[in-house]
């Protein structure tokens, strides 16, 4: 099961997006958004670049995106800030 948040912040929007499987393993995490990680996902064809993309995404939007163990499965936790469009679309 796969649950999503959605909280607006005075600066911005947070995501939150959670499962409750078996989390992941705290040392995985830190390598969870390098280019070509894929972790034990190899053997499923995982090519390990998914995560790394929305990564950089997210970054040259100014925003953040976190991993981490929740109380119960893993939680992918996005925030872009908020911005003004000036000029003409």
């Given at each position: ?14 995501i ?28 499923a ?6 995560l790394?993309?929305?990564y950089?995404i ?19 936790e ?6 003004e ?5």
């Amino acid at each position: 099961e796969i649950t999503t948040e959605i909280e607006q912040e005075n600066s911005g929007v947070r995501i939150r997006i959670k499962d409750k499987g078996q989390g992941i393993d705290e040392k995985k995490i830190r390598n969870l958004f390098h280019r070509f990680y894929s972790g034990e996902q190899e053997a499923a064809g995982s090519t390990g670049i998914g995560l790394h993309l929305a990564y950089e995404i997210i970054g040259r939007h100014h925003g953040k995106m976190e991993a981490y163990n929740g109380e119960k499965g893993a939680v992918f936790e996005v925030f872009l800030p908020q911005f003004e469009l000036k000029g003409k679309l």
